[in-house]
C-alpha cells in the first residue's frame, strides 16, 4: 500500500516535522491554509477517523490538545480551527486519518465550522434525528 502520509512518517517523503511520539506525528502542512497550519497524523494506518479504535483516538487527540497550544503560542494566533476531513464526502483527499491545527487571526476573513455546509431543511427534524442519535 503506497500511503503518502505513512511515507512521510517513515522520512521517505520529505516533511517539516514538528512533533513525533509513540503515536502520532505531526509536521507542516505543504499548503497552509495561514501561518502554522499543521497536520497530526496516528503513526499507524487507518483511512478514516471512524474506523480507529477509541483508545487511538483518544491518544491521538491527547497529541493534538498539546500540539494546539504549541501552535498557537508559537504563531500568536488568536484562535485556532481544529478538526478532520473524515471521508470524501467531507473533503478527505488524503486517505490516513489527520487532524488539522489551523491558526486563526482577528480579521483574518475566514469563517467558522458553520461555513463548511449549511443544508436546506437540517432543522425540521430535530426531535427525530435526537431519537435516532441518542443512545439507549
Ligand atoms: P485533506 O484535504 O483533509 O485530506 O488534507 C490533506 C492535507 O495534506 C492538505 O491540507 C494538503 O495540503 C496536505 N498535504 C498534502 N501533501 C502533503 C505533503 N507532502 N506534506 C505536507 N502536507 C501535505
Ligand atoms: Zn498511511
Excluded: W
Excluded at 483516538?57 to 500540539?67: I, N, S
Excluded at 485556532?80 to 471521508?87: M, R
Excluded at 487532524?99 to 443544508?119: A, C, K, L, Q, Y
Amino acid at each position: 500500500m503506497d500511503c503518502l502520509f505513512c511515507n512521510i512518517i517513515k522520512g521517505e517523503i520529505p516533511s517539516y516535522k514538528v512533533y513525533e511520539d509513540e503515536v502520532a506525528y505531526a509536521f507542516l502542512d505543504i499548503n497552509p491554509c495561514a501561518r502554522g497550519h499543521t497536520v497530526v497524523v496516528p503513526k499507524t494506518h487507518y483511512e478514516n477517523f471512524t474506523d480507529m479504535p477509541s483508545e487511538e483516538a483518544g491518544a491521538l487527540f491527547a497529541t493534538v490538545r498539546m500540539l494546539a497550544k504549541m501552535v498557537e503560542d508559537a504563531v500568536s494566533a488568536d484562535g485556532l480551527n481544529i478538526g478532520l476531513n473524515n471521508k470524501p464526502a467531507a473533503g478527505q483527499v488524503v486517505s490516513h486519518v489527520h487532524v488539522h491545527i489551523i491558526p486563526r487571526f482577528e480579521g483574518d476573513g475566514g469563517g467558522s465550522m458553520h461555513s463548511i455546509v449549511s443544508v436546506n431543511g437540517a432543522a425540521d427534524d430535530l426531535e427525530e434525528m435526537a431519537e435516532l442519535l441518542v443512545m439507549e
